[in-house]
């Protein structure tokens, strides 16, 4: 036996018998779970705004000659804003996705119990996610935060949201509210 192969063995006990537990653990998580369970749902919106962007940019030299991709650099330089707009509608907003899907998920969890209705935690998130990340200025909604920079704002909104209503629900505070405004 090598070296080598005595150091991998080596390393690789340690991982199993000290880290995959640890691992273990904080994947099965409830809020990883639902971070995961996140992503994933977005998922097919990256997938099509990838599609897009290589559609929008064909991966060719601009001085090609070659007849397929002079056609498709000539054709996506055309309609570079057509292909754009669909590319800006998932990617763009990608972190509304996120936190919708987050909350929702996270939500789930919490319907098991009768604790949360998933679809308000993910309407809630949404509307939270916007005041914060998009505050309106000169009567528009500014777009920088929506895309893959207010991912991890969405993360936050998305949990503090539904774990603010589970609370809210659990306690005699809530109770009173909503007792209050039941008319």
Sequence with gaps: ???????????FRFVENYISPIAGRISSQRHVMAIRDGFISAMPFMIVGSFLLVF????????TTWGFARAWLDL?????????TPFDMTM?????????AISYNLGKHYEKSNQLDPFMC??????AFLLIAAPKTNGTLPVD?????????AILVAIYCVEMMRFLKRTTLGSACRTRFRR
């Design 122 to 127: 993910a309407m809630l998130s949404i509307m």
């Design 56 to 63: 929008a940019y064909p991966p060719f030299s601009p001085d």
């Design 1 to 11: 036996m090598s070296a080598n192969h005595a150091a991998f063995n080596l390393i």
């Design 76 to 84: 996506a330089k055309e309609f570079e804003g057509r292909i754009l």
């Design 145 to 153: 935060s929506l895309g893959g920079t207010g991912i991890f704002t």
């Design 92 to 100: 763009g907003i990608m972190s509304i996705y996120i936190c919708a």
